[in-house]
């Protein structure tokens, strides 16, 4: 919920770089939800460098959880076959790194 406050400005100055934090937080605690919305965010840069391979990544993860609409952006998302690569190595990455 605090990703959502500060991201729309709801009882908090809208604060992108927080609400991709808290995202982040969320998406590592299995909050499916969360992972689309912080794809988006990279996807678009809000709050955080532009990065369409994490984009892509954490939209796989968000699929595989059963997201709705998940799937369809990420198929969206055109990659080279080198950032193909990485956003498969990623996507394992963050789907075992722990939330800190």
Known sequence: MLGIMYDQG????????????WFEKAAKQASRQRKQSLAMMYHSGDGVVRDDVLAYS????????GVHGAAERRDEIRL?????????ASVFELAK????
């Open 58 to 65: 954490w939209l796989n993860l968000a699929a595989a959880a």
């Open 80 to 88: 080279s076959p080198q950032q193909m690569n990485e956003a498969t």
């Open 97 to 100: 790194r722990p939330e800190s």
């Open 10 to 21: 709801e009882g908090v100055r809208v604060d992108l770089g927080r609400a991709v934090r």
